[in-house]
């Protein structure tokens, strides 16, 4: 191959258009409107979804947080969000498919939603997506998944890769990696958007074949800006080999 040929090779690579169709589905993100640190208005949802469906995406999967201090989100009102975005999406003729779930931060009170048997918003069947902080590991981690998986529920551990207390502890990621646990990675977190080092620990749990489900994890316009870089990192066209749950969703 000439140097000619590299060139042009490395540039193609660079301009390549991000297209994720061969993805299909987004399963995390926060674009109802008003009830999370996402979008902020009907205007702004419709916006961003115009965006990914322009992008590729035939189907969204909207995951409000549900925090008990910050975010006292039912799913009644998250279910009447999802109805507000879809008349305003179809007025706006967006032909995309769309549903809700949530993000459940694991805390006592989540912990008690499942012992009191309240009903949780799933996805894909009974997959339930769960995060946790970003700094130390919860007491109630392991605990809590075993619960929801007594419980009949399939836990979705939502960005593992941001969380700094599983980089260096690998004895608590082989324990998960046992379990009945799909982990979901953020595309965005193999740019480099959030930090190098969860960069890295994504790619690791790539190269681990730990990865299950993709998000974009979209709260504004900034992370679809992001999301364009993604052709040009190595890890994304490997995601594009691993048998993701996406596009069955
Ligand atoms: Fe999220």
């Given at each position: 191959?000439?140097?000619f040929?590299?060139l ?25 409107p008003?009830?999370?640190?996402g979008s ?20 969204l999967?909207?995951t409000?947080?549900?925090m008990?201090?910050?975010?006292r989100?039912?799913?009644e009102?998250?279910?009447n ?6 008349l ?5 003729g967006?032909?995309i ?59 979705v551990?939502?960005h593992?890769?941001r969380?700094?207390?599983?980089h ?7 324990s998960?990696a046992e ?6 990675l ?45 052709p040009?990192?190595?890890?994304y066209?490997k995601?594009?080999?691993l048998?993701?749950m996406?596009?069955?969703?």
């Amino acid at each position: 191959m000439s140097l000619f040929d590299i060139l042009k090779k490395n540039t193609t690579k660079k301009n390549e258009p991000l297209n994720l169709s061969w993805l299909g589905v987004d399963m995390h993100n926060h674009l109802i409107p008003g009830i999370d640190d996402g979008s902020k208005s009907l205007d702004e949802s419709v916006e961003l979804i115009r965006l990914l469906h322009e992008l590729g995406l035939r189907k969204l999967i909207m995951t409000p947080h549900v925090m008990s201090e910050f975010y006292r989100n039912t799913p009644e009102m998250i279910q009447n969000g999802l109805v507000q975005v879809r008349l305003a999406v179809a007025d706006a003729g967006i032909d995309i498919e769309l549903e809700a779930a949530a993000e459940y931060y694991m805390d006592e009170i989540f912990f008690e939603k499942i012992e009191k048997k309240e009903p949780l918003l799933t996805f894909g069947g009974n997959k339930v997506l769960v995060e946790t902080g970003f700094l130390s590991k919860p007491q109630i981690l392991i605990e809590t998944f075993f619960r929801m998986e007594m419980a009949g529920y399939q836990p979705v551990f939502a960005h593992p890769e941001r969380y700094l207390y599983l980089h260096q502890d690998t004895e608590l990621l082989d324990s998960l990696a046992e379990r009945n646990i799909s982990f979901q990675l953020n595309l965005l977190s193999l740019t480099g958007y959030y930090s190098k080092p969860i960069k890295k620990f994504a790619e690791k749990l790539i190269d681990r074949g730990l990865i299950k489900l993709v998000g974009t994890d979209c709260h504004n316009i900034r992370y679809i800006e992001a999301l364009e870089r993604l052709p040009r990192e190595k890890y994304y066209h490997k995601l594009l080999e691993l048998n993701l749950m996406n596009p069955a969703l």
